[in-house]
């Protein structure tokens, strides 16, 4: 029996800061492209920290633009 799966679709950004706040905050210990920030950001959590290790990895994903211009980022 093959079940149906609703179309695939990435949420835009104004989509996704629309998300209701739930309450919740989130330290993401491994910030580079904000990848993860925007997941915790999409489940209703906020960024309370972002940190990454290695000092350009947010710099690559960004354009040029500091890290905290990463979607996502706190």
Same mark, same amino acid.
């Given at each position: #029996?093959?079940?149906?799966?609703?179309?695939?679709?990435?949420?835009? #950004?104004?989509?996704?800061?629309?998300?209701?706040d739930?309450?919740?905050r989130v330290?993401?210990?491994?910030?580079?492209?904000?990848?993860?920030?925007?997941?915790?950001?999409?489940?209703?959590y906020?960024?309370?920290?972002?940190?990454?290790?290695?000092?350009?990895?947010?710099?690559?994903?960004?354009?040029?633009?500091?890290?905290?211009?990463?979607?996502?980022?706190?």
């Open positions: #029996m093959k079940t149906e799966k609703p179309p695939y679709r990435v949420p835009s #950004m104004a989509e996704i800061a629309a998300v209701p739930n309450g919740l330290v993401s210990t491994f910030s580079g492209c904000g990848g993860s920030c925007l997941g915790y950001r999409t489940a209703g906020r960024g309370a920290l972002g940190q990454r290790v290695h000092p350009g990895g947010g710099r690559r994903c960004t354009g040029g633009q500091p890290p905290d211009h990463a979607p996502g980022h706190p």
